[in-house]
Each structure stands twice: as structure tokens, then as C-alpha cells.
């Protein structure tokens, strides 16, 4: 059985970065950009631990192919993706264990 993906964007305090990444535990994977356990990665060198937009997907493969088909697109397009669903660009860090997967599980 094949398991669903997030795909996420991460922001910096500032707003100025954009990171797009994919995962199977969204949780998880929020608490080592949080506590910037791969040192020297693009989210520890820029601090983008601030989580402003995310997608569930049905399969992991399902979540790759969406985090290519963002990540190629202009900042502008990003933004408006963003804007749809988190129109003040609210943290959403907290609200992750709250509600994702209490839905899922």
C-alpha cells in the first residue's frame, strides 16, 4: 500500500524566501526544518522554518510531481497559490498536529 504525500512551502520571518519541499509526515518534517537538523540545507541557511501552504496528496508520487511542477513556477504564480488559501500568510505551524492529523488518523 503506498502511502500520500504533503507538498509544503516554507517562508522565512521576513517573507523573502520561498521553500517548496514534499514529504510523507508533515509533522515530522516541520521539527527538522524547526530545529534545522541538516545543517547547511537551503531552509537552515535562510531560516525558512515558517509554514505557509500545504497540499495532501492521495500518493507519495502524486506529491513529487506537484512539488516539480511549483517549484518551476515564477515567484509571482507561487505567491497567488499561497494567497488562495492563506491570504495573510499565517503561520500555520501550530495547527499542524491540531488538524491534519487528527483528519488522517
Do not use: C
Request: aromatic content about 12%; overall charge positive.
Amino acid at each position: 500500500m503506498q502511502k500520500g504525500g504533503f507538498v509544503y512551502i516554507l517562508t522565512n520571518k521576513l517573507r523573502t524566501v520561498l521553500y517548496i519541499g514534499v514529504t510523507s509526515n508533515l509533522r515530522a518534517r516541520l521539527w527538522e526544518h524547526e530545529h534545522h537538523e541538516i545543517p547547511g540545507s537551503f531552509t537552515d541557511k535562510y531560516n525558512a522554518t515558517l509554514l505557509i501552504y500545504y497540499e495532501w496528496l492521495d500518493t507519495i508520487n502524486s506529491a513529487i510531481e506537484r512539488e516539480k511542477q511549483l517549484k518551476g513556477w515564477v515567484r509571482k504564480k507561487k505567491e497567488q497559490l499561497i494567497v488562495r488559501k492563506n491570504p495573510q500568510w499565517k503561520v500555520l505551524n501550530e495547527e499542524i498536529a491540531k488538524e491534519i492529523y487528527s483528519l488522517l488518523y
